[in-house]
């Protein structure tokens, strides 16, 4: 409501409508889930402790120390060391990189092709959004573990394959929702106008139907972020992704399995480290997706 | 209506094409000699006898041009020979067909399990949208879809069975066995379920015959029990099948945990054994079910709702 009030003002008088301290971020995130800024907050902390973290802390995630090994958390060893003498944190830290790396560039490349099968379907219509959507409504059946292990099986494990098996089934939720987005512009009357003023085809598409798209598919984007990490981290588990020694999350997981009984900790803190970044993805996405102030649903 | 179930079926059946040319290809793209590979599966010494390897071949069909080897394969395919698995030697039909029994029966009880806590759930927060009760569930629901099953499965392994040692820590051998896998499986579809009944049961509340039903002077727990779960309860069953056939073969983590007989971890150790025969098989199964259960699903959807059935029927 207040957002409304505060939205229509803005249109009808030409004083600053944002008082100083409102400026737009605030008042984006005024309408917005606490959940949120939470999400925001933590996802940013995980990125800039993966990127900047190897260089604060000089920590050697490869050396062993095996009269240190299984130890439980302490002042040198944060989350204690693994079955090799390992330290658990440095390790982590490491994985991380492999792990997020992964899950976003399958994400990013999955967008980019999806998005753009989804407008020239909506746009185009046809034979090309028959045949596309169809693939699309049989791709989304495979699950995604099945496709990415056939894969392994003809090209060996690695980054390489498992960004492309993640991509073949990744693309087809944007495309759908990308499709269903440009039928809805494209039967808006800003569109008609700018089509019956004469503009060209490109202008019209970056001016006025690219920009409608950027909020949903970003919100589903982080949505399907999470998503796809506990996948990257499912494939690696069993030894289909990263391949040792180099850490991985998934990987941590399954080599902690021999030590549940002695050093839970061993496997409570990968998955936990899975956990959390899926879970603030899924708050920004959902973020995103919802307006507070709007409830409708 | 007949114009789309046809068309989804022709749909199916190149797509089925597409993924048996895919699994068909999978020796030659693996850089393996099926004859050589075979032979070596039995045991015999390492250096091959080359006139067996030929007559081997021959027998195979590997001497026929490609296109013809696939015909002869997927003629094979059809009638559900996909040869014998390298490892155990038994038919592939018959290892995917028992396995595929296991995971059925891991798949059903996860989905009852996530069923019986959605429709609850999902329920009370449609009761009040946007109140406590709804955020908690949104909340609870955001958290069971960042959980990774895998390691959820460690972590109800390390309590239930070696902390209170109440039930197995892995196996397949009748009931007790199958509670753990089968919860650790159910958090992901339970969230997505409790989701799709929630909005599917604020829709419902909203509609005129549960006023009508309110002012007839039901109570909300009676409305909502007569007269909104079985509408609110239609998108689940649709939901429930798609899951069905994707947990038919893609819970392979949990089936490797947990070291159970399924489809997913047959596939898996198809692949670590570079048992070619099975893996073929595998695959093609798979997605064979899948993409039917998915695509009679769509049909059935149609069916259900004349209102879909219209010239439009998308």
Not at chain 1, 52 to 81: C, H, M, V
Not at chain 2, 16 to 34: E, H, I, R
Not at chain 2, 105 to 129: C, D, E, K, Q
Not at chain 2, 282 to 303: P, S
Request: include cysteine; charge should be positive; charged fraction near 10%.
């Amino acid at each position: 409501m207040a957002a409304d009030i505060t939205l229509s003002r803005q249109a009808t008088t030409t004083e600053p409508a944002t008082p100083p301290g409102h400026g737009p971020l605030r008042r984006f995130l005024g309408t917005r889930h606490w959940t949120f800024a939470a999400g925001s907050v933590i996802f940013g902390t995980i990125l800039a402790v993966l990127i900047l973290g190897p260089a604060i802390w000089s920590l050697d995630p490869a050396k062993q120390d095996i009269i240190q090994r299984l130890k439980p958390p302490s002042g040198q060893y944060w989350l204690g060391t693994d079955n090799l003498g390992r330290d658990v944190f440095a390790r982590l830290v490491e994985g991380g990189r492999f792990t997020v790396t992964i899950a976003a560039l399958s994400v990013l490349i999955s967008v980019v092709i999806g998005v753009s099968i989804g407008i020239l379907a909506g746009r185009l219509g046809g034979w090309f959004e028959e045949i596309s959507m169809r693939i699309v409504d049989l791709l989304i059946a495979i699950p995604d573990t099945v496709i990415a292990i056939f894969l392994v099986a003809i090209f060996g494990p690695g980054h390489v394959t498992l960004i492309v098996a993640l991509t073949i089934v990744g693309w087809t939720p944007y495309a759908r929702l990308s499709r269903g987005l440009a039928l809805q512009v494209n039967a808006m009357d800003y569109i008609r106008a700018a089509e019956v003023l004469g503009m060209t085809r490109r202008f019209i598409l970056i001016r006025h139907f690219l920009p409608n798209l950027i909020r949903p598919i970003s919100a589903v984007t982080f949505l399907r972020f999470g998503h796809k990490l506990i996948t990257v981290g499912g494939l690696s588990y069993l030894g289909l992704g990263v391949q040792p020694p180099a850490p991985d999350w998934g990987l941590m997981l399954a080599a902690a399995q021999p030590y549940l009984d002695r050093a839970p900790m061993l496997m409570i803190a990968p998955g936990l480290a899975i956990f959390i970044t899926a879970l603030s993805v899924t708050w920004i996405g959902h973020g995103l997706e919802i307006d507070r102030t709007k409830p409708k649903d | 209506m007949w114009k789309i179930a046809l068309q989804r079926v022709a749909m199916l059946i190149l797509m089925m094409l597409c993924v048996s040319l895919l699994a068909f290809l999978v020796p030659m793209a693996s850089g393996s000699d099926p004859a050589r590979t075979i032979l070596l599966s039995h045991g015999s010494d390492l250096a091959l006898d080359p006139a067996q390897v030929e007559a081997l071949r021959r027998e195979l069909g590997l001497d026929q041009p490609l296109p013809m080897q696939f015909l002869i394969w997927l003629g094979n395919a059809v009638q559900g020979d996909f040869g014998n698995s390298f490892a155990s030697r038994q038919p592939v039909i018959h290892e995917i067909g028992s396995a595929l029994i296991v995971s059925a029966t891991l798949a059903l009880s996860a989905l009852a399990i996530a069923v019986a806590v959605a429709l609850p759930m999902g329920t009370l927060a449609a009761m009040r949208p946007g109140g406590r009760v709804d955020g908690g569930v949104t909340l609870l629901v955001q958290t069971f879809v960042a959980i990774p099953e895998y390691w959820l499965a460690p972590i109800l392994i390390l309590i239930f069975a070696l902390h209170l040692g109440a039930l197995p820590s892995s196996g397949w051998f009748g009931p007790t066995s199958v509670i753990l896998p089968a919860l650790a499986l159910s958090i992901r579809p339970m969230a997505y379920f409790t989701q799709v009944t929630r909005a599917a049961m604020i829709d419902v509340l909203n509609a005129p015959y549960i006023t009508a039903a309110r002012a007839r002077g039901l109570s909300m727990p009676q409305t909502v029990l007569r007269h909104g779960l079985r509408n609110g309860s239609i998108p689940v069953v649709t939901f429930f099948s798609l899951w069905f056939a994707s947990l038919l073969g893609g819970s392979v983590v949990i089936e490797v945990i947990f070291a159970i007989p399924g489809m997913g971890r047959l596939f898996y150790e198809a692949v670590i054994n570079k048992d070619i025969p099975l893996l073929q098989g595998g695959f093609v199964a798979i997605v064979a079910l899948a993409i039917t259960i998915n695509t009679l699903a769509d049909i059935l959807y149609v069916v259900i709702n004349p209102s879909l059935r219209g010239a439009n029927g998308r």
